[in-house]
C-alpha cells in the first residue's frame, strides 16, 4: 500500500510538471487585432496565432477591422477596457494607428506590430519579415529567367511600410535587370494590395502598351492573379510571362500548376505568428527577450524587432517546401487540379 501511494504521489508530481510546461501562458489573454481577414494569407497567421496560444495555454481574442481605422481604433479600446495583457496589431492603417499605442500604453499594455509596423509611435516590439530581401528576391528571379524582355513593376500600397521596404528591395537588385538587357515600361503602386486594382490596372497598361510583356514583377500573389487574369484576356497563353507574388498562397499554387504565375516569395507564417505569441507570455511573465536583435525605426523610435527571412517557391521546390512542411496537404493543391 505504501509502495502505491509513493507510486501516485510520483505521477501526480509528473502529471503536474508537464501540465505546467505545457500551459506557460496561462492567465495571458492576448489582443490581436487584424486589418482584414479576407485574404488566404491572413487566415494562415489567424489559425497559427490560436493554435500556439491553445499550446501554451493563452487566450486570444481576434478582432476584425475589415479596412476600417476608426472601427480598429475602437476594437482596440474595447479589448483594454476587457483586460487584455498585450495587443497584437495588424494596423489598418500604419500612419494613424499611433493611437492604438497611446490608449494601450495608457492601461500598461504593450503593443507588437504584427508584420506591419506602426508608424511615429512608441511601439514596444515589431515581428515582420525582411520585406527588403522579399524585393530582391523577386528581381533576382526575373533576371535569372528573362532576357531582353518588357517588365512591368506593380508595387503594393504606397501607404504600407511594407511596400516601400519591398520597393527599396527591388531598387536595390535593379542593376540585375539592366545586366539582363530587361526594359521597365511601367511601374506604379497598387491601392490596398488587391487583385481588383492590379487586374484593372494591368488592363490599362497593356491598352497603351503595344509591344509584349514578358515579366510582371508583382509585390503579393493578389496583384500576380490580377495580372495574369489580364494578360490572358489580352490574348496571352499560360508560361507566355514570368509573373512574381509573395506569400505563396494556395491561390498561387494553383495558379502556377496552371502556368499562369511563376513564383511567390514564401515566408515563415507559421514562425511569425509563434514567435508573436510566445513574445507576449514572455513580456507578461517579465521573461527576456533577447531574441529581438535588430531595431526597425518608425519615425519615433527604433523598434526592437525579430524580421523573419524569406525564400523563393515555384516549381522546383513548392512541394517540399509548401507540402512537405505541412503548409497544405497534397489533396489541397492538388484535388482540383
Not at 5 to 23: D, E, R, Y
Not at 173 to 192: H, R
Request: charge should be negative.
Amino acid at each position: 500500500m505504501k509502495r502505491l501511494l509513493n507510486l501516485g504521489f510520483l505521477l501526480i508530481i509528473v502529471l503536474t510538471f508537464f501540465s505546467c510546461k505545457n500551459q506557460t501562458g496561462s492567465d495571458v489573454t492576448i489582443g490581436f487585432l487584424i486589418h482584414s481577414t479576407t485574404s488566404s494569407r491572413w487566415q494562415m497567421d489567424i489559425s497559427y496565432a490560436k493554435e500556439r496560444a491553445a499550446e501554451v495555454g493563452a487566450k486570444i481574442i481576434l478582432k476584425d477591422a475589415g479596412g476600417d481605422e476608426n472601427k480598429q481604433l475602437s476594437q482596440a479600446n474595447e479589448l483594454l477596457e476587457m483586460g487584455v495583457d498585450a495587443l497584437i496589431v495588424v494596423a489598418a492603417n500604419q500612419n494613424t494607428a499611433a493611437g492604438i499605442v497611446r490608449d494601450a500604453h495608457d492601461y500598461n499594455v504593450p503593443v507588437i506590430g504584427y508584420d506591419r509596423l506602426i508608424k511615429n509611435s512608441d511601439l514596444d516590439y515589431l515581428v515582420s519579415f525582411e520585406y527588403e530581401r522579399v524585393g530582391e528576391l523577386m528581381v533576382e528571379y526575373v533576371a535569372n529567367n528573362v532576357e531582353n524582355g518588357n517588365c512591368v513593376i506593380l508595387w503594393g500600397d504606397a501607404t504600407d511600410a511594407n511596400a516601400v521596404f519591398v520597393k527599396k528591395g527591388h531598387d536595390n537588385a535593379m542593376q540585375l535587370l539592366q545586366e539582363s538587357n530587361n526594359n521597365i515600361v511601367y511601374k506604379t503602386f497598387v491601392e490596398n494590395w488587391t487583385y481588383e486594382n492590379a487586374y484593372h490596372q494591368m488592363n490599362l497598361i497593356l491598352d497603351f502598351y503595344p509591344e509584349k510583356i514578358d515579366a510582371v514583377i508583382a509585390c503579393n500573389d493578389p496583384l500576380g492573379l490580377g495580372a495574369y487574369d489580364a494578360l490572358h484576356e489580352h490574348g496571352y497563353k499560360p508560361e507566355d510571362v514570368v509573373i512574381t507574388g509573395q506569400d505563396a498562397t494556395l491561390e498561387f499554387v494553383h495558379s502556377m500548376l496552371e502556368g499562369g504565375m511563376s513564383m511567390s516569395v514564401g515566408k515563415p507564417i507559421k514562425e511569425l505568428a509563434y514567435g508573436a505569441i510566445d513574445l507576449v507570455v514572455k513580456i507578461v511573465k517579465n521573461e527576456a527577450t533577447s531574441s529581438f536583435d535588430k531595431t526597425v525605426n518608425n519615425g519615433r523610435k527604433d523598434v526592437p524587432a525579430k524580421l523573419f527571412s524569406p525564400y523563393v517557391i515555384d516549381k522546383s521546390n513548392f512541394e517540399k517546401k509548401l507540402i512537405g512542411e505541412g503548409v497544405f496537404t497534397r489533396d489541397e493543391v492538388f484535388g482540383d487540379n
